[in-house]
């Protein structure tokens, strides 16, 4: 069903976890649940369901037009690939409009692990190339709503998380993190209230599958979800002639169906639709069968993780494309399609000469599975001492600076 | 994204600067300016577009009946005896924004025109008006000089009034008196060449490094004039930039890996001989590329750790009078 400001919901509103009418499981995608028949997730439908559109080749090179410089390694190599209103933001940019981001966390876990930070890693960029404003939520109230932690302890989680989210380097000078139960306030509240004015029970049961037995405050909580994307839900950084500032969310694709729900309501609030650029899963470490999971360690590489467990987890878990024996190898090549060490490469080797010539030898037989694992286990190991350096360095009052209610006065450089 | 008349007008009215506007055919000299526009009493400019050899532009602006001697201004600016020439014609479009016949120091509100060095005559101190084409020459304006210089602090640029007439001689025991006028930054005239998207992380060209570093000049004549790069910028717009330019992590590591990398690179080259010159440069290319993403990452702790510091500091002090507030140390 179209909603009244024609936003398309999809040709059905999807239901929650992506059954068909005919009650047939193919693939579900919800902000609970990652998982499909198969195993291997298919984007396009998911696209096509959602309603939103892929990030072509074309805006990609506007990024790079734009921004004077070459397009972060997730867009150029599909990581980050479907969008909302995306070209409205940078022909707004053109124009001198500014927009500023908008991303978030679940706090439910202190461990994260690299596809945690996918988004934050992109985040970063889009901040650094645009020289826009951040806000960044972490959801401590949603956690203790979902996961039955208490309080206390979603909030200590979500300050734990802010600092390895402070360790992918964002600039003080432009970014503002808070916690839902610290940063409750009038602005905000006034924002999330006339937001629930705007959306249905019915309307949450059909986009979030929740049931009456489900408690009341995850009916609640996809309004308090929406309303960082209301600039007036940030008096002391949008105010004046940033009062309705454009917002953009990086986020991964299962987060879509909150912001729907908000792109349904902006206009009614009179504020612009917060435009969305959303990325696949990252793959385990055991193939594409579904999100990383915080649950089980060895489906993924931990910001904790010593140079020796990545070593011990690639050699060991990464599921392989290579064939079983060496000779075979050298004969037939690899299977890149399922190869896990290769799609980690795809996005996390920046030089595009040395990965075509891993992936034209690796296909060729005339490079081993060990040799790829083995650099990607560099690889890795790169990004998780640099991301182990720059955490160590995040003090308890540099937490306190991320999330103290303050203007940003240099915000947009 | 041009500036229109009305645009122009609406800022003017903004700055609450008073002006007298007359409508009138398009003209094309002063003459014919004066016919329409005589009766109002001011004094009727007649402005250049000037390029020199490096392709530095200039607008000069003088009262109608100054004599400018482009020879003499070109050895005053130090650019030698024949340095100044009238600018290509797709320069006013391009640049100023502004067809032809419509040459005004107002142009100068446009960024495209940052860089444009403006000279001002100092017979205009003195007159009641002056006036001027806001950017259509269908139509002059009449305002008070120091309204004038009012609007030109408004878009960054401070006022540089000259002798125009004046023709000191220049030599070895004389500099050039007015060198400080000539713009750091020489434009691309039209159909420069575009940004490439570079390959490695820090992406910032080498023009954006050159801004920052200053060249030693000549000492210009009056000795209250700071030595500025920038020709025409307001004080207070350097330290705008300035702050931006030294709190901005990739152009920090940008010159630290510039100035490594000379340095490495003249230590090279008193080791091996000029042809492995290639060899070099790929090899510095790879060294950057590899130490880049680290020295960013540091660079970008280092900022937030000392913004914290001096946020708190900022917190404390202000807390520091109510002597029952407990200060809570933290590990």
Not at chain 1, 128 to 136: A, E, N, R
Not at chain 1, 192 to 198: F, K, P
Not at chain 1, 260 to 289: C, N
Not at chain 1, 361 to 369: D, E, N, P, R, V
Request: proline share 5%; charged share 25%; net charge neutral.
């Amino acid at each position: 069903m179209a909603s009244t400001t024609g936003e398309t919901l999809a040709a059905a509103e999807p239901i929650a976890d992506g059954r068909t009418e005919e009650g047939e499981e193919e693939q579900v995608v919800n902000p609970w649940e990652v998982s499909a028949k198969g195993g291997k997730i298919d984007y396009d439908k998911l696209v096509d369901k959602f309603g939103c559109q892929r990030l072509d080749e074309s805006l990609i090179q506007r990024f790079e037009r734009i921004t004077g410089r070459r397009a972060h390694v997730f867009l150029r190599r599909g990581l980050f690939f479907a969008h909302r209103d995306l070209s409205d933001i940078l022909d707004a940019y053109e124009r001198g409009e500014k927009f500023y981001l908008y991303t978030g966390r679940g706090p439910s876990s202190e461990s994260l692990h690299l596809g945690h930070l996918v988004p934050f890693m992109f985040t970063k960029y889009l901040q650094d190339v645009f020289k826009v404003p951040l806000v960044i939520q972490l959801t401590d109230d949603e956690k203790c709503m979902w996961k039955g932690l208490s309080v206390e302890e979603s909030e200590r989680l979500a300050r734990e998380n802010a600092k390895d989210i402070i360790a992918c380097g964002f600039d003080i000078e432009r970014t503002f993190i808070f916690a839902d139960f610290s940063y409750m306030s009038p602005p905000i509240y006034k924002n999330i209230v006339r937001i629930a004015n705007c959306v249905t029970g019915n309307k949450i049961v059909g986009i979030f599958g929740l049931t009456l037995e489900d408690y009341g405050g995850k009916f609640f909580f996809p309004y308090i979800q929406a309303a960082p994307s209301f600039p007036s839900s940030f008096p002391h950084i949008f105010s004046g002639k940033y009062s309705k500032l454009r917002c953009l969310i990086p986020c991964a694709i299962d987060q879509d169906p909150y912001f729907r729900m908000t792109r349904d309501v902006a206009p009614r609030l009179s504020y612009h639709k917060p435009a969305l650029i959303e990325s696949k899963f990252f793959p385990a470490l055991q193939g594409e069968s579904g999100k990383m999971s915080a649950s089980d360690p060895n489906s993924a590489i931990y910001v904790t993780d010593s140079l020796k467990d990545i070593k011990n987890k690639v050699n060991r878990y990464a599921f392989s494309g290579g064939q079983d024996t060496i000779e075979k190898q050298r004969k037939f090549g690899a299977n890149l399609e399922v190869d896990v060490p290769v799609k980690y490469l795809n996005f996390f080797l920046d030089d595009d000469a040395e990965l075509l010539s891993i992936k034209e030898k690796y296909g060729s037989g005339a490079m081993l599975t060990g040799e790829v694992k083995a650099r990607l286990i560099e690889v890795l190991s790169e990004i998780v001492e640099r991301h182990q350096r720059a955490r160590a360095a995040v003090t308890e009052e540099m937490v306190d600076a991320f999330m103290a209610v303050r203007p940003l006065p240099r915000m947009f450089g | 994204m041009a500036f229109t008349k009305d645009q122009l007008l609406a800022r003017l009215q903004e700055l609450k600067i008073e002006f007298l506007s007359c409508d009138h055919p398009a003209v094309m000299t002063v003459e014919e300016q004066a016919k329409y526009v005589g009766h109002l009493g001011g004094a009727l400019s007649k402005n250049l577009f000037l390029k020199d050899k490096k392709h530095r532009l200039y607008i000069i602006s003088a009262l109608a009946n100054t004599k400018v001697d482009l020879k003499i201004l070109s050895q005053r600016l130090g650019l030698g005896k024949g340095g100044l020439r009238m600018a290509p014609e797709e320069a006013l479009p391009e640049i100023l924004h502004v067809a032809l016949g419509s040459v005004t120091p107002f142009a100068l509100i446009n960024e495209s025109a940052r860089s444009v060095s403006l000279l001002l005559d100092k017979g205009f101190k003195s007159q009641r008006y002056c006036l001027f084409h806001p950017l259509t020459n269908e139509v002059t304006i009449a305002l008070t000089p120091s309204d004038f210089d009012k609007f030109l602090l408004s878009i960054g640029r401070e006022p540089a009034y000259v002798d125009l007439e004046d023709c000191p001689v220049v030599g070895k025991d004389n500099p050039p008196d007015l060198a400080y006028l000539v713009p750091a930054e020489a434009l691309n005239l039209p159909g420069g060449a575009d940004k490439v998207p570079p390959t490695s992380a820090p992406a910032q060209t080498n023009a954006t490094l050159e801004q920052k570093t200053k060249q030693p000049t000549q000492k210009p004549k009056e000795p209250s004039k700071e030595q500025k790069q920038k020709s025409g910028k307001d004080k207070p717009q350097i330290n705008a930039d300035a702050v931006a330019d030294s709190t901005n992590v990739e152009k920090f590591v940008e010159k630290v890996l510039e100035k490594v990398s000379n340095v490495f690179i003249s230590e090279l080259s008193k080791q091996s001989n000029a042809e492995d010159g290639n060899i070099k440069d790929h090899m510095l290319e790879g060294v950057k590329q590899r130490v880049s993403f680290d020295l960013l990452s540091m660079t970008m702790t280092l900022k937030n750790s000392v913004y914290t510091q001096g946020f708190h500091a900022g917190i404390e002090s202000t807390l520091y009078p109510l002597a029952n507030r407990k200060i809570v140390e933290r590990k």
